[in-house]
């Protein structure tokens, strides 16, 4: 119980940290910032960010030589190599400085544990606004697993409602190429949330429903009504015809089962010379005299 409590007060002084680091900014000390050769500094190898969209990057470069940097970067000293620094926050920013070819970049130089890289750049990440669901999502879940938080502490810490951000992260039960498609932005995650809980074959159904015929969220929702409903019929009448083949058989066994035991019964009253025939699922006996019908009897009574 102990070490869950420590890894959410870790959390929260992350947040605290990264949220302060940015707060201040504007008004650190000069001494505090450093002017860092480009070159010097790499990636955050758990930078969970995949995907940047080119035509922002170039917006950005374009802001940036107009005014300036505004916001410096933050970093980390590589501890491999003291030479070397390791982004923790400002990729889009550093990316767009490389666009024009900058040689040096302003930054902030902060001491963080490797451990916590990762964290501070899923937060980093989450804080943003132009993160595609898929890459939130894909943020929530690192950070609810790495660091054992339920969905509601998360959500409460980084001031979002539980409901919005568990139909977040339920986006990942999707195919991975309804995700592509999500990235892409060639579905909406209004379009992407409907189709959460359908089979892969009527979610590949409703995808190319909505990109052939470009319907809305409200059409989708009727469409995932309708392939639910009709799924629901076919399982019904199937169970239904299971039965009725289950009941056939049944009753297929037991006139087998009947005629055999018949069978049986003719061939023993044989041994007595009383004659009988097999008719149906019954037995009729031939008696040539009374004293064949009292035999019978006798032999019953002594069983």
């Known amino acids: 119980m102990a070490k869950k409590r420590a890894l959410q007060m870790g959390l929260q002084e992350l947040l605290s940290d990264i949220d302060s680091v940015y707060e201040k900014a504007g008004n650190i000390e000069t001494k505090q910032i450093y002017t860092l050769e480009i070159d010097t500094i790499i990636s955050n190898p758990m930078q969970p960010r995949q995907e940047f969209d080119e035509k922002n990057l170039q917006e ?45 970049i302003e930054a902030i130089i902060i001491d963080v544990e490797m451990h916590k890289m990762r964290e501070l750049a899923l937060i980093e990440n989450i804080q943003r606004q132009n993160l595609n669901p898929i890459e939130l999502a894909q943020s929530y879940k690192a950070l609810i697993q790495e660091h054992d938080l339920t969905q509601e502490q998360l959500a409460e810490r980084l001031h979002k409602s539980r409901t919005q951000l568990t139909n977040t992260l339920r986006l990942l039960e999707l195919s991975q190429t309804t995700q592509n498609l999500i990235k892409e932005n060639k579905i909406t995650q209004g379009h992407a949330k409907v189709l959460v809980g359908l089979s892969l074959k009527d979610e590949e159904i409703a995808v190319q429903t909505i990109l052939g015929q470009k319907i809305n969220v409200r059409e989708t929702e009727n469409l995932v009504k309708h392939l639910k409903n009709k799924k629901k019929s076919i399982l019904s009448n199937s169970s239904q015809n299971n039965i009725n083949h289950k009941d056939s058989n049944t009753m297929l066994r037991n006139d087998t089962s009947l005629q055999d035991s018949l069978e049986k019964l003719q061939r023993l009253l044989q041994q007595y010379n009383i004659s009988s025939s097999v008719k149906n699922n019954g037995i009729c006996l031939v008696f040539k005299s009374n004293d064949d019908v009292q035999t019978l009897l006798t032999r019953l009574k002594n069983i």
């Open 60 to 104: 950005l470069a374009h802001s940036i030589q107009l005014h300036g940097l505004l916001q410096p970067i933050i970093v980390r000293e590589n501890e491999k190599n003291n030479n070397q620094y390791i982004l923790v926050a400002g990729e889009r920013r550093l990316r767009a400085l490389k666009l024009l070819n900058a040689t040096n």
